[in-house]
């Protein structure tokens, strides 16, 4: 594993910013922590204003209530006297989270992946870009080349050179399919600690990561806890722990089912989770066992890991744990799926799965 030093996120102090887009900031957090209750995200967000004054004698929290009504960031319910988030929230919550745990991207000038050969790309952008030794002939876009031309050198004596010439940029993108697989068992909130508030911004941020600078992947976004099932990227705002036990093989299973159904050559899956396997079906019923490393449902768990592997599937799993006999399962669930594993803390995991979903793209070209 390449090595990386990881630093505590510090916001952008941006002074130009108006007292509304400070508080949006706030409030979008606090947003992802209540699991989108929009009540209890105002509440708090009113007593830190009380405590650190972040309104002020001309703007108070009314008057950001009614901007976010304004903006369209949220629908009010006036029968009930409650608020409701809209889509243009649940989408800047997502941007939200890819800047704070990716960074704000930047277009490369060679593409994406590490190939040989650079190609013609998939398909044509609207972005143009000077020539480059190396670009193809047909890249090169002549109306504006021929408008540079006439600029650099008047019409009189008209000349084309090489410093005239633009091409029409291409993306150059393999399609990769991933499955996002998320414990939402009673352990992710045990014992005072918040695991699941950063995992669903880790999911945020890859969604809108996927979505906005890979457009031809596809991810599916799975939830586990007693049983798995399958949620769409705007559910997550709202994600919320269950008192359920860890049927990380019920997540296997529908990770697998959705892959067999992408027609994309490359697949993965990312599990994060927090916890050993603890719960598998048997039948009707659910055979449980909090309490070790339970050899039945550890050998299941191992079983659909060579599955994968079999299938040219590999797991990349972010275990949010330091105890010993965790890490032991994680390494023999590796070992026998042939992936990757990552013991993090909360404040690295997002910039481990980035790098990591880079990484498999390339090499499964």
Excluded at 77 to 96: C, H, M, P, V, Y
Excluded at 275 to 280: L, Q
Aim: proline share 3%; aromatic share 10%.
């Amino acid at each position: 594993m390449i090595g990386y030093r990881f630093t505590e996120f510090i916001p952008d102090q941006d002074p130009s910013a108006s007292t509304f887009e400070k508080l949006l900031h706030i409030f979008l957090q606090l947003l992802v922590i209540t699991s989108g209750d929009v009540g209890e995200a105002l509440s708090w967000l009113t007593n830190l204003d009380r405590q650190y004054q972040l309104s002020n004698p001309d703007y108070g929290m009314g008057d950001f209530i009614d901007e976010l009504k304004n903006k369209g960031y949220l629908t009010e319910d006036n029968q009930k006297g409650s608020f409701a988030l809209t889509g243009k929230s649940e989408q800047e919550i997502r941007k939200n989270a890819l800047e704070e745990i990716f960074g704000k991207l930047k277009k490369s000038g060679k593409g994406n992946h590490r190939t040989r050969h650079t190609g013609a790309g998939d398909e044509a952008s609207t972005d143009f870009r000077s020539f480059e030794f190396g670009d193809s002939p047909e890249q090169i876009a002549l109306t504006e080349s021929l408008r540079n031309a006439q600029v650099n050198h008047g019409f009189e004596q008209f000349l084309l050179t090489e410093s005239d010439l633009e091409v029409r940029d291409r993306e150059h993108k393999t399609q990769t399919s991933t499955v996002l697989m998320i414990d939402i068992s009673h352990s992710m909130i045990l014992y005072g600690e918040d695991r699941i508030t950063p995992a669903k911004k880790v999911a945020m941020a890859l969604a809108e990561l996927i979505t906005k600078r890979y457009p031809k992947d596809t991810l599916d976004i799975l939830v586990f806890g007693n049983d798995a099932w399958q949620i769409q990227i705007k559910d997550l705002p709202y994600l919320q722990v269950g008192p359920y036990h860890t049927n990380t093989i019920a997540g296997l299973e529908l990770a697998m089912d959705i892959l067999r159904r992408r027609k994309n050559k490359n697949k993965q899956v990312f599990m994060i989770t927090d916890g050993k396997p603890t719960c598998m079906k048997v039948g009707i019923k659910y055979y449980k066992n909090s309490f070790g490393l339970d050899p039945k449902i550890l050998s299941k768990t191992l079983n659909l890991a060579a599955q994968c592997r079999r299938i040219g599937i590999p797991i990349t799993t972010f275990m949010i744990a330091s105890d010993p006999y965790l890490q032991q399962f994680v390494r023999e669930f590796t070992q026998v799926n042939n992936g990757n594993a990552y013991y993090s803390s909360l404040k690295g995991l997002g910039n481990l799965i980035f790098e990591d979903y880079k990484r498999n793209r390339r090499k499964n070209m």
